[in-house]
C-alpha cells in the first residue's frame, strides 16, 4: 500500500512547517527558502536557510513564502512546499509513482482565494489529492479533545503571524477570530524595546533568541523566573560592540499591549459564544497552542484576566500537524475540506 498510496499531514505555517507520515514527525523545519537572486533558483530550504537569514550577500535573498498564515509569494511558497514534500516522502525513486494525499492546516481567517492558491501550490508539488481543515479544528484533535461531542471547548493558538481563536463543538466552529498578532509582532516589539532602551541594534534573530530565552508575559514569574540574558550587539549611535543583559521583567513589560491585544480578543470571542457552550468552557477550560503559548507565565496571566483556567498543550508547536495527521485517519469528518 505505501508504494502505491503516500499520505503526508501538514502544518503549513507562517515560522514553521511540520509534516507527519505514518503517525511520525517527517520534517520539522522554518518556513524559509534561499533563492540565487538574479535567477531564483532554489539554493536552501528549512533550517539551512534560516541559517543565511540576515547573513546573504546580494545575489542570495531569503523568503519566507507565508504571511499572516497565508500564502504571500505564491512561486516561493511552491518551490518550498515542493522541497519539503520531497524530503517528507524520502527521495527513493520506485517504477510507479505513489499516489499522494496530503491533509493542510489553513488558517481559520482563509478567503477563497487563500484556500485556492493553497490547494494549486500542494497540487504542484506533486499532490494529487489535497483536502484542507481549519487549523484551530486541527489543534483540537491533536490536543486529544473530542471535537465531535456536543460540548464546547475553546482553543487558542498562538503562531508566527496570527492567532487563532476559536469555539469549537459537534464537529464545527461556533465563534473565532483570527487576528494578526502573534510571535511576529512579539519578536518586533523586542526589536524596538532593544534598540531604543539599550541602543542595541539586533535581527530577527538575535530578538528570537531573547525571547526564547527570557520571554514572559508577567513581570513576576515566582519560582519559574530566569536569569537574564546576554545580548551581544553594535551601539545603534556609535557603532561600536556593545553587550548588555536582559532580564524577563523587561520583556514582559516591552511585550505586554502586544500580549493584551490577544487576551482583549479571547474575551471578545468569549462574549460571543452562546451560553451553553460558554459554560462547558468554564468547566473544561481553555486550551494554548502554538509557539506563542511557550511563552513564561501565559497561561497564569489569561487565567487570571479571564477567570477561567487555561492549559497548555503538551508540544504546542506539533497540535496542528498531530491533528492533522489524526483527520487523515477520519476522512468522514464532517468539517474536512476535499
Ligand atoms: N519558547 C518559545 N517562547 C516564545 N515564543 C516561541 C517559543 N518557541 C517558538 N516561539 C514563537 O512561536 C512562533 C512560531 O509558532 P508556530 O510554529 O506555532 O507558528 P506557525 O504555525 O508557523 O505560524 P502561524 O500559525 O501564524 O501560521 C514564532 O513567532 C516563534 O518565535
Ligand atoms: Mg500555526
Known amino acids: 500500500m505505501a508504494l502505491f498510496r503516500q499520505e503526508l ?69 511552491e518551490q518550498m512546499l515542493t522541497g519539503f514534500i520531497r524530503k517528507a516522502i524520502g527521495k527513493k525513486k520506485t517504477i510507479f509513482s505513489p499516489s499522494l494525499k ?40 491533536g490536543i486529544g479533545l473530542d471535537v465531535t461531542a456536543p460540548n464546547g471547548n475553546m482553543i487558542v493558538d498562538i503562531g508566527g503571524g496570527t492567532s487563532e481563536i476559536a469555539v469549537i463543538s459537534l464537529g464545527g466552529i461556533v465563534e473565532s477570530a483570527s487576528i494578526h498578532v502573534a510571535g511576529n509582532e512579539i519578536t518586533n516589539d523586542i526589536i524596538d ?38 545580548v551581544k550587539g553594535r551601539n545603534i549611535l556609535t557603532g561600536l560592540p556593545l553587550e548588555a543583559d536582559i532580564t524577563y521583567q523587561e520583556i514582559a513589560s516591552c511585550i505586554d499591549k502586544t500580549v493584551d491585544k490577544i487576551e482583549s480578543e479571547i474575551l471578545r470571542v468569549l462574549q460571543r459564544t452562546p451560553p451553553e457552550l460558554y ?13 506563542g503559548s511557550l511563552l513564561r507565565g501565559i497561561a497564569e496571566r489569561f487565567t487570571k ?34
Open 279 to 291: 459554560s462547558n468552557i468554564v468547566v473544561n477550560g481553555i486550551w494554548l497552542a502554538g509557539g
Open 193 to 230: 524595546y532593544m534598540s531604543q532602551q539599550h541602543n542595541i541594534h539586533v535581527g530577527r534573530t538575535t530578538a528570537e533568541q531573547i525571547k526564547f530565552n527570557v520571554g514572559s508575559v508577567l513581570v513576576d514569574l515566582g519560582d519559574q523566573a530566569v536569569e537574564p540574558y546576554r
Open 305 to 338: 484576566k479571564v477567570n477561567i483556567p487555561f492549559h497548555v498543550a503538551e508540544d504546542p508547536l506539533k497540535a496542528v500537524a498531530r491533528g492533522t495527521c489524526l483527520a487523515l485517519k477520519e476522512p468522514n469528518y464532517p468539517f474536512l475540506m476535499k
Open 9 to 77: 499531514a501538514i502544518d503549513l505555517g507562517t515560522a514553521n512547517t511540520v509534516i507527519f507520515k505514518d503517525d511520525q514527525v517527517v520534517l520539522d523545519e522554518p518556513s524559509i527558502i534561499a533563492v540565487e537572486t538574479k535567477s531564483g533558483k532554489l539554493m536552501a530550504l528549512g533550517h539551512v536557510a534560516q541559517q543565511m537569514e540576515e547573513h546573504t550577500p546580494p545575489k542570495i535573498s531569503t523568503i519566507r513564502p507565508l504571511m499572516n498564515g497565508v500564502i504571500a509569494d505564491y512561486d516561493a511558497a
Open 102 to 141: 496530503t491533509l493542510i492546516g489553513i488558517p481559520g481567517g482563509s478567503t477563497p482565494v487563500d484556500m485556492r492558491s493553497i490547494r494549486d501550490s500542494a497540487s504542484h508539488a506533486g499532490a494529487h489529492e489535497v483536502v484542507m481543515v481549519y487549523e484551530p479544528m486541527a489543534s483540537a484533535l
